[in-house]
């Protein structure tokens, strides 16, 4: 007998993400429609809805493993984004796509940065296959952002990092939010930034230990 991908879905957002106080309805909408199994290697579709990071690129010479987020601090950090139909958005880090799917049933446009050709080759064929036809994966330097395409509403970094460098925060308007989780391990913290006056500010909104995204590794201070 096949799993039931419907069945898990309803699952995962009763068990995973409801209960850590995720109450927008737009949200749960978009868990309960976009088919996470679709966004995972073969290997792993039977595990596309367990409680947990799924390893979507294992690491290679240089470069570090990638994952795609597990469901409740994700669901959390997309509330927290506040994400309207009006919103032009941002994505740094789309992996597979599945976040950029996610984006693309809460706004009204994506520009989805992906540093990894091969992972960007995928979440181009696999939102073009599901319909997602308000998404662009482009490839390209993940802490650049894309800024040829800015200002943006908001830009969703789907991913730790150490710190948000000057040139994504360059790419939002005024008024603009960013949303990402800084710090690794349990001491990381999410956070919303907005541009004001040509500066972002913001305070940590909640603990969220995810997996770091790569380029946002602060310089080593030199030590005399």
């Given at each position: 007998m096949?799993?039931?991908?419907t069945?898990?879905?309803?699952?995962?957002?009763?068990?995973?993400?409801?209960?850590?106080?995720?109450?927008?309805?737009?949200?749960?909408?978009?868990?309960?429609?976009?088919?996470?199994?679709?966004?995972?290697?073969?290997?792993?579709?039977?595990?596309?809805?367990?409680?947990?990071?799924?390893?979507?690129?294992?690491?290679?010479?240089?470069?570090?493993?990638?994952?795609?987020?597990?469901?409740?601090?994700?669901?959390?950090?997309?509330?927290?984004?506040?994400?309207?139909?009006?919103?032009?958005?941002?994505?740094?880090?789309?992996?597979?796509?599945?976040?950029?799917?996610?984006?693309?049933?809460?706004?009204?446009?994506?520009?989805?940065?992906?540093?990894?050709?091969?992972?960007?080759?995928?979440?181009?064929?696999?939102?073009?296959?599901?319909?997602?036809?308000?998404?662009?994966?482009?490839?390209?330097?993940?802490?650049?952002?894309?800024?040829?395409?800015?200002?943006y509403?908001?830009?969703?970094?789907?991913?730790?990092?150490?710190?948000?460098?000057?040139?994504?925060?360059?790419?939002?308007?005024?008024?603009?939010?960013?949303?990402?989780?800084?710090?690794?391990?349990?001491?990381?913290?999410?956070?919303?930034?907005?541009?004001?006056?040509?500066?972002?500010?913001?305070?940590?909104?909640?603990?969220?230990?995810?997996?770091?995204?790569?380029?946002?590794?602060?310089?080593a201070?030199?030590?005399f």
């Amino acid at each position: 007998m096949g799993i039931d991908y419907t069945q898990a879905r309803q699952k995962m957002v009763d068990n995973q993400i409801r209960t850590t106080d995720v109450t927008s309805h737009s949200v749960l909408k978009a868990f309960l429609t976009v088919a996470r199994e679709d966004f995972v290697p073969a290997r792993l579709k039977p595990l596309a809805y367990i409680d947990a990071d799924l390893e979507i690129r294992p690491a290679g010479p240089g470069a570090p493993a990638r994952y795609l987020m597990e469901a409740s601090p994700l669901a959390k950090l997309l509330q927290l984004a506040g994400v309207s139909k009006s919103d032009v958005v941002l994505e740094i880090g789309s992996g597979t796509g599945y976040v950029s799917a996610l984006l693309s049933l809460l706004a009204g446009s994506v520009v989805a940065v992906e540093s990894d050709p091969d992972l960007a080759a995928a979440a181009t064929r696999t939102l073009s296959e599901n319909g997602y036809d308000n998404v662009a994966v482009v490839t390209g330097d993940l802490a650049a952002g894309y800024p040829s395409e800015g200002p943006y509403d908001l830009i969703f970094i789907s991913g730790s990092v150490d710190h948000v460098p000057d040139a994504l925060g360059a790419q939002l308007r005024e008024g603009g939010r960013l949303v990402t989780v800084v710090g690794h391990g349990p001491a990381a913290r999410a956070e919303i930034l907005v541009r004001e006056a040509g500066t972002l500010s913001g305070l940590p909104a909640f603990n969220a230990s995810v997996k770091p995204l790569p380029g946002f590794a602060k310089a080593a201070a030199f030590v005399f």
